[in-house]
C-alpha cells in the first residue's frame, strides 16, 4: 500500500473513520508525506519494530473504513 497515493478527500475520509490513535495519526501523517518507516522510527524516537506494528495497525483500520473498495470502484 502505498500511502502517497492518497488523495486529500481520502486522507479526510480515513482520519475521520479509521479511529487512529495519537501516535497512528501522527504516523499516517508522516506515511502520506511520504516519509519511511525507518525515518519515522528515528523522529517519533520509537524503534523500527514497534513502527512496523502501528503500522500494520494503521493498515487494518484503513481496510475497516472501507476506502480501498471506494478506491477499486472509483478509480
Known amino acids: ?6 488523495i486529500k478527500p481520502e486522507l479526510e475520509q480515513i482520519k475521520e473513520n479509521a479511529n487512529f490513535t495519537e501516535e497512528e ?4 501523517s508522516l506515511l502520506c508525506r511520504g516519509f519511511s518507516q525507518k525515518q519515522i522510527s528515528t523522529k ?3 524503534s523500527l ?4 506494528y502501528r503500522v500494520r495497525d494503521i493498515k487494518d483500520k484503513i481496510e475497516r473504513t472501507g ?3 471506494w478506491m477499486k ?3
Do not use: A, G, S
Request: one cysteine or more; proline letters at 0%; charged letters at 40%.
Open 25 to 28: 495519526e501522527r504516523i499516517f
Open 67 to 69: 476506502v480501498f473498495d
Open 1 to 6: 500500500m502505498k500511502f502517497t497515493k492518497f
Open 73 to 75: 470502484k472509483n478509480c
Open 44 to 46: 517519533e524516537n520509537l
Open 49 to 52: 519494530r514497534t513502527i512496523e
